[in-house]
């Protein structure tokens, strides 16, 4: 969802490495619950989705063309039309590698999935931290001390395992979009996964619920202490609230020192924590204290207070609690970064999650929360208890100097980037989501229009953009990139710097705009947006041994993948919004949640880039909301 093209590096070789279950075939994650005489309704429709399209060559690359016009020079648009010309000549390689895509395609369940997992997160060798996996703020609960903290978390337990409950069972009902089915298959990637590190590339493992003894346990997490507690009885019986409750009273008691923050050392860069990881795994003990947190269902990080003055100032402190942990005198060591689930408990009614990236999108994250939420807002259901709790476990490491001096960097590390990272999150409550509605515009559309707008107020030039268009309605589709900055959006944008310019005249421009995003929207999820296909033609001629075309060599291309906005609606019926660090140096990363009447934003960028400030942009998304609305209720003019 997040992670730009221009910042991944591509291997020759891309044969994946997968535990126990092989990722992302379909067949080895989804569980026979027929055998077990479940009819379930999440997967019904499988089977019927369609397969990932090739879109046609000629018409991606107008399209290319066309999104790339406003963000270079007339001279460089010039050279690119030239070099699009080359590519798609008879005896240019691009058809060719259309051929190569195709045949591929006829051939796979998906053509891009198993590329995609490589090339987006499992040869991404930055730390994930900041830089792939996003952090999420969920409401703020009415709690501000250690009782009400682990009175939630024990709540929350059990509102995930409600959860879990509903994909083992497959009773979650099928998602649509325009009404149509869209793939599921990631629900079974959230639980019960942990990617592992490696030297040169990465590796994930998935446990689904119908293997051999599934997971029974969760990794708790506090004071840098790791235990490991069962959630389910001998027989398969959940634990009761009150249960649960005891068991964390249990941890907290057994870890009133701080440890050395051996998690701290999942924040390295992926190359570094690969040889690290080499260097723990050596040790019996170590491997086994690993495995449990690997096999374990989820992690939970019950975390140290933190230092706030206002409600404010809050709000932002728990979007970088839950992004990074603050650095390592906070609670970047009560983490383990490689878990694709890790949900954050303060004291303080603070709470979030973090998840790593390379399993799943925002939306069915976006669903568990709900879910979780929901249930930890109601009264907590009678269940009969089984009858004896087992132990908690403490997962215990050895540490030698060698491991030790390791921590220490990696400490020094994960400070230095917590230090770089510049974080907003606000609620902007002038209007929500209802406006644009009942102006018949696409809340989304609107959003992003103003977030054009914004950037060009601030800098006088637009910037490429990146935004998340969901790609599920196919068999395993994920995502691919809706090119927000367009000739329309420029234009518009231009015109609201020119008092001269009448509003009637802005608001038309408004109107093309918001119909050029719509339309790529459209595109996307119908899986003829640009990027994955053009990555695809990339990706063919290095398999295929060839040079990497000129069309990937020229300036223009570069540009227009490295994302000054790098951005994602992420809709969940809580007040949560997700989080991410930009992908680009000089770049934001930016995420918003529309509700009916307000819209949460969180926004990040790098105090090492003079260029970029969150609080400006944080003051200039304000204005551009405000201006639009202001624009169409001036004008008149609803039906955009």
Request: aromatic share 8%.
């Amino acid at each position: 969802m997040f992670t730009s093209i221009a910042r991944t590096m591509v291997r020759s070789s891309l044969n994946l490495s997968v535990r126990p279950a092989v990722l992302p075939g379909f067949s080895h994650v989804i569980p026979n619950l027929a055998a077990r005489g479940v009819t379930g309704r999440m997967f019904a429709v499988q089977s019927q989705l369609p397969h990932l399209p090739v879109p046609p060559l000629e018409q991606t690359l107008e399209k290319y063309l066309r999104s790339v016009k406003p963000l270079v020079s007339k001279e460089e648009y010039e050279y690119t039309v030239k070099m699009v010309e080359k590519f798609k000549t008879a005896e240019g390689p691009g058809n060719q590698l259309q051929q190569f895509l195709e045949d591929r395609a006829t051939k796979t369940t998906n053509w891009l999935a198993d590329w995609w997992l490589h090339v987006a997160y499992l040869d991404f060798r930055l730390p994930v931290v900041v830089h792939s996996s996003p952090g999420i703020v969920l409401p703020v609960q009415d709690f501000t001390d250690q009782e009400g903290q682990l009175r939630f978390a024990a709540k929350l337990i059990s509102g995930i395992l409600e959860f879990k409950k509903m994909v083992d069972n497959q009773s979650f009902p099928v998602e649509q979009l325009g009404g149509r089915p869209l793939c599921m298959t990631q629900y079974y990637k959230i639980l019960s996964a942990c990617r592992i590190p490696g030297r040169k590339h990465d590796s994930v493992v998935v446990y689904p619920s119908n293997e051999p003894n599934p997971p029974k346990h969760i990794v708790v997490i506090h004071n840098n202490h790791f235990f490991k507690l069962d959630v389910y009885s001998e027989s398969g019986k959940r634990f009761t609230d009150k249960q649960l409750l005891k068991q964390l009273y249990r941890i907290v008691e057994k870890s009133a020192k701080r440890a050395p923050p051996v998690g701290i050392l999942t924040t390295e860069g992926r190359n570094t924590w690969g040889k690290v990881y080499e260097k723990l795994m050596k040790d019996a003990r170590n491997k086994e204290s690993i495995d449990d947190i690997q096999r374990s269902i989820f992690i939970l990080c019950i975390d140290s207070p933190l230092q706030h003055t206002s409600p404010e100032e809050r709000f932002a402190l728990v979007s970088q609690q839950v992004l990074h942990g603050l650095g390592s005198q906070w609670n970047s060591g009560n983490r383990w970064f490689d878990k694709t689930l890790q949900f954050i408990v303060g004291n303080d009614g603070a709470c979030g999650l973090n998840y790593e990236h390379s399993m799943a999108e925002g939306p069915p994250i976006a669903s568990l929360i709900d879910h979780a939420v929901s249930y930890c807002n109601k009264p907590t259901p009678d269940r009969t208890a089984p009858a004896k709790t087992t132990e908690v476990k403490e997962l215990k490491f050895v540490l030698n100097d060698s491991l030790k001096a390791d921590i220490q960097e990696a400490c020094e590390r994960i400070d230095e980037l917590v230090a770089d990272v510049q974080s907003s999150a606000f609620k902007f409550e002038a209007f929500g989501k209802n406006f644009p509605k009942s102006q018949k515009i696409s809340p989304d559309s609107f959003i992003q229009v103003a977030l054009q707008l914004a950037y060009y107020s601030i800098y006088k030039e637009p910037g490429a953009t990146y935004e998340s268009g969901s790609t599920r309605m196919f068999k395993l589709g994920r995502t691919d990139t809706i090119r927000s900055c367009t000739i329309e959006t420029t234009e518009f944008s231009q015109a609201m710097q020119d008092s001269n310019i009448s509003n009637n005249v802005k608001v038309d421009l408004l109107r093309k705009a918001i119909s050029s995003h719509r339309e790529y929207i459209d595109s996307a999820v119908r899986g003829e947006a640009v990027d994955r296909h053009l990555l695809g033609l990339k990706l063919a001629a290095i398999e295929k041994g060839m040079n990497v075309p000129d069309i990937f060599m020229d300036t223009t291309y570069s540009t227009s993948v490295t994302h000054k906005l790098s951005t994602s609606q992420v809709a969940a019926k809580s007040e949560a919004v997700l989080t991410f660090g930009p992908t680009a140096a000089n770049g934001y990363g930016i995420c918003y949640n529309p509700q009916p009447d307000q819209i949460i934003f969180a926004v990040t960028a790098f105090n090492s880039s003079p260029e970029t400030d969150t609080n400006k942009m944080e003051a200039s998304i304000h204005k551009s909301l405000t201006d639009m609305h202001d624009l169409l209720l001036v004008t008149g003019k609803a039906k955009l």
